[in-house]
Structures are given as structure tokens and as C-alpha cells.
């Protein structure tokens, strides 16, 4: 058993990656970024997926748009439509054009949020089983999971996220299967708890210090898992369910708060029935 997604992925070269600005709690401005290693690590990433049997299409970087390497916040992809991310912070909205035109280009239907609905995209909407899980709090509206059910036709469920730290879903929740996944408690509220302890059958919860080592924000390609950290414990389990660990260092990207998941989008989901 194997997720149906996630052997296709949009990824951006670091060209131009810098902590330019802070929009969240692990971005600070004076720390600077060693650019030939992004360059490696970005590099074995890709070696690491493709090697796992995925395939990686390139986004090409532009200047003054340092986050555009974090390709899955550009949007929410299904099948061939592609919606774009509405994003909160000023700084970030200036990746849209880039994405809009790589999608346009690639013979993508292009479909628009509702006026005034922040999201921003695979960062914060997961599909797990049929259910495309969105958070919403730190970047996302609430209001965004019902616009989503609208454009794609997915059953749609909502989790609040609770900790600055981990201001994305993707930082929280991994599927591994249509039964497994990896999460993160530390963010959600009770409710949202309540939420994927219904979803998922067999989850592997992450201690609050695990969580913190982004080991949630990680690929999953057929029976690798690609993280950024992966503490015993974790690695125990998921090899008990049969999955092959590997750990890649992203720790130049950590700086703004993006690990392996922030740096990749699928580019195979379909939403919907």
C-alpha cells in the first residue's frame, strides 16, 4: 500500500534563496545564508527523490523572490487545474506571477480563489485518504477549505494550527498511506486533534521536541521517506511498517523555516471524485 501522489514534484533551484525578511518565527534577517550549500543541499534533494523513482520538473528562480524555492506553497494542484496561492504576508505575494506563468505555461487551468481568501496552498492543504485536510490560522483562512471542496469537488476538514513554529500544516502532518501518517499534535488545537485522530487509523505522533526537528515536513515517494531529521524513535516505527528512511540536510533552508516538504509540490494529486 502506497500513496497514489507523490511521484511528481515542482522544485525551484536556490538561486536567489536569502532570509530577506521575518514572517515567521524561524526567519532572522542577520542570519545569512551559505548559498553553495543551499546549491548542495537543494541538489541532493532532487538526487534523493529522483533516485526513490520520482521525477522533478524546475520552476525557474527569479530575483528578488527568495522564498520562491519553497514551491509547495505556490498552490493547490488537481490533475490539470492549478489554484494559486493568495498569499497573507506582502513579501510573498510577489511569487505569484512567477507560478501562474509556469502552470499557464505548462497547459494548466488556472482557477482563482474567492475575492479576499488568504491560503497558501500544499503548505497548508493535505490530501489523506479521499479527505483534502486544510490548516488555517498563521497563513490560511478557514473559510479557504470550503473554497477549495467548491473548485476541486474534495471532501474538505479544517485543523487549526495553534503553534507560531509550526505555521504551516505541512509542518505538522505527513501521509505516508491511505492509513498512516506522520503528526504532530504540538499544533493543532483539541479539535483539530479530534480531527485526524478520526481521519487517520494509524498515525505516528510526534513528541513536541520531534515535531520541532520538522520531521512531519517530510516526501514521501512510494516506500522512502525523505526527512530533514529523523530522532530513533521515529526511525523504529516507520521501518517496523516497512518504509525506507533517508535523511537529507536542508539546514540552510531550515534558517527560513522550509524543510523537504516546503521545497517540493506534487504535481500528481487529484482531488475529488
Not at 28 to 52: F, G, I, K, M, P
Not at 70 to 88: C, D, E, L, Q
Not at 105 to 115: D, K, S
Request: glycine share 8%; proline share 7%; aromatic share 8%.
Amino acid at each position: 500500500m502506497t500513496l497514489a501522489w507523490g511521484r511528481r514534484f515542482l522544485m525551484c533551484p536556490p538561486l536567489h534563496f536569502e532570509v530577506a525578511y521575518e514572517i515567521n518565527p524561524w526567519m532572522q534577517a542577520e542570519v545569512r545564508v551559505d548559498r553553495d550549500q543551499a546549491h548542495e543541499q537543494w541538489n541532493s534533494l532532487v538526487a534523493t527523490l529522483t533516485e526513490a523513482g520520482a521525477e522533478v520538473e524546475i520552476l525557474e528562480p527569479a530575483p528578488d523572490v527568495p522564498d520562491l524555492v519553497f514551491t509547495a506553497n505556490a498552490g493547490v494542484v488537481s490533475g490539470t487545474r492549478y489554484i494559486p496561492s493568495r498569499f497573507r504576508h506582502p513579501e510573498r505575494r510577489l511569487e505569484t506571477p512567477f507560478h501562474v506563468a509556469h502552470f499557464e505555461a505548462a497547459g494548466y487551468e488556472v482557477t482563482e480563489l474567492p475575492e479576499g481568501l488568504d491560503h497558501e496552498g500544499a503548505g497548508d492543504a493535505l490530501p489523506f485518504a479521499g479527505t483534502l485536510i486544510s490548516g488555517y490560522r498563521w497563513r490560511s483562512d478557514i473559510e479557504a477549505a470550503a473554497a477549495l471542496a467548491s473548485l476541486t469537488g474534495a471532501s474538505t476538514r479544517s485543523v487549526e494550527l495553534v503553534d507560531q513554529r509550526l505555521y504551516h500544516f505541512d509542518l505538522t502532518f505527513c501521509p505516508l498511506d491511505d492509513r498512516r501518517a506522520i503528526c504532530a499534535p504540538l499544533g493543532w488545537d483539541s479539535y483539530g486533534q479530534r480531527v485526524i485522530g478520526d481521519l487517520v487509523p494509524e498515525p505516528l505522533c510526534l513528541e513536541n521536541d520531534e515535531a520541532l526537528l520538522f520531521c512531519a515536513n517530510s516526501v514521501v515517494v512510494d516506500q522512502t521517506v525523505v526527512m530533514p531529521a529523523c530522532p530513533p524513535r521515529v526511525g523504529n516505527q516507520l521501518e517496523a511498517w516497512g518504509f525506507d528512511v533517508v535523511v537529507v540536510d536542508v539546514s540552510e533552508f531550515l534558517k527560513a523555516g522550509g524543510g523537504p516538504r516546503c521545497l517540493t509540490l506534487a504535481l500528481d494529486v487529484v482531488l475529488g471524485g
